[in-house]
Every structure is written in C-alpha cells, then in structure tokens.
C-alpha cells in the first residue's frame, strides 16, 4: 500500500483517528475497536511487520525522529509515532532548542488534521486550526480561541539529546518519518 489511509472510529463522546501507511492497523475509541488490514501482503512481510523487524537502520535508533536542526521555529513536522500496527500522526514544533511534540488533530474535531502537510499555521506563539480557526499556546498546547476554548492538544512525550529529537512517550515503541 503506498497511500496512507486515516481512519477514524467514534464511540458515543470519544472519537480515535489514526494513519495507517502499512495497510494494517486497528482503531480503538470507548469500548469499539476495529481492527483491519487493506490490499494483500505477502505472510513473510506481514509476520516481519508485526516482529517489527523489516528495516535493520530502524532497528538501531527506533525512538530517533530527526535532526534537532530539521524541526522549525515557524511551522511544524509531521511524525507518526507507532505501537504494534497502530500508528498516530503527530507534529513537532520548535522554540529556541525545546522542541514540543503532539497529535495531529484538532480536539474541537479529531478529524481534522493541524498539519495537512506542509506544516501548521504559527501566528506568533500560537499553532492555528486551518480549518476552525482555533489558536493553542504553542508550548502547553492549551487551545486559547476558537471552538474547543480551554481544550488541550494531545502531548507527546518528546526529548532532544545530541542533536536529535526522540520520541519518549511510553505509549509508543518507536517512530517514523
């Protein structure tokens, strides 16, 4: 599958939205769970996938996102962070050497992506919904105008070391780009 494919399940007031560049995946929001897999693959891949052994460079710095010098100050870059065969689209933003990571969706609609691709909008210290309009504090995420006013992004645990950002979230086994 070359093409990514966002899903999204909703589950009375809880809605779950993920990419999925492999083709495989599952979706959980509330007490629903979907699980599915596109297109075929062949059973050696599908069995490496889910060792998570398709890639020796990955396997050397699996948590490695990118470049410390790579994350702008004016906009943001697109990450997922992955579990098994969930993947979740995130973005990165920096200030000055911190860098802040968080999921890719509006919470005012989980659908929406803040990042569509070529980086979110940053209007002063605020990241900007392209679509509503909502404006999160840049640093703790904390939506300050718009439809989801006192929401906050989803975090993701993030550190820099040596030059690099990598993805600390526990909830997570390693990143791509």
Same mark, same amino acid.
């Given at each position: 599958?070359?093409?990514?494919?966002?899903?999204?399940?909703? @589950?009375?007031?809880?809605?779950?939205?993920?990419?999925?560049?492999?083709?495989?995946?599952?979706?959980?929001?509330?007490?629903?769970?979907?699980? *599915?897999?596109?297109?075929? +693959?062949?059973?050696?891949?599908?069995?490496?996938r889910?060792?998570?052994t398709?890639?020796?460079?990955?396997?050397?710095?699996?948590?490695r996102?990118v470049?410390?010098?790579?994350?702008?100050?004016?906009?943001?870059?697109? *990450?997922?962070a992955?579990?098994?065969?969930? +993947?979740?689209?995130?973005?990165?933003?920096?200030?000055?050497?911190?860098?802040?990571?968080?999921?890719?969706?509006?919470?005012?609609?989980?659908?929406?992506?803040?990042?569509?691709?070529?980086?979110?909008?940053?209007?002063g210290?605020?990241?900007?919904? @392209?679509? @509503?309009?909502?404006? *999160?504090e840049?640093?703790?995420?904390?939506?300050?105008?718009?439809?989801?006013?006192?929401?906050?992004?989803? +975090?993701? +645990?993030?550190t820099?070391?040596?030059?690099?950002?990598?993805?600390?979230?526990?909830? *997570?086994?390693?990143?791509?780009?």
């Open positions: 599958m070359t093409d990514d494919v966002r899903v999204t399940v909703e @589950h009375d007031d809880d809605a779950e939205v993920v990419e999925v560049r492999d083709g495989t995946g599952e979706v959980e929001a509330g007490d629903a769970t979907v699980q *599915f897999e596109f297109g075929t +693959s062949d059973t050696d891949d599908r069995a490496e889910e060792a998570g398709t890639d020796a460079a990955d396997d050397d710095e699996p948590r996102i470049d410390l010098d790579a994350v702008p100050r004016d906009s943001t870059l697109r *990450f997922r992955v579990d098994g065969r969930r +993947s979740v689209d995130c973005i990165l933003h920096r200030s000055g050497d911190a860098v802040v990571a968080w999921r890719n969706s509006c919470p005012h609609r989980p659908e929406v992506p803040l990042d569509t691709g070529t980086g979110a909008i940053v209007s210290d605020q990241l900007v919904c @392209h679509k @509503h309009g909502a404006r *999160f840049r640093d703790e995420g904390i939506c300050t105008a718009g439809p989801c006013a006192g929401d906050a992004l989803d +975090s993701v +645990s993030v820099v070391r040596d030059g690099a950002v990598y993805l600390v979230d526990e909830r *997570f086994e390693r990143a791509q780009r």
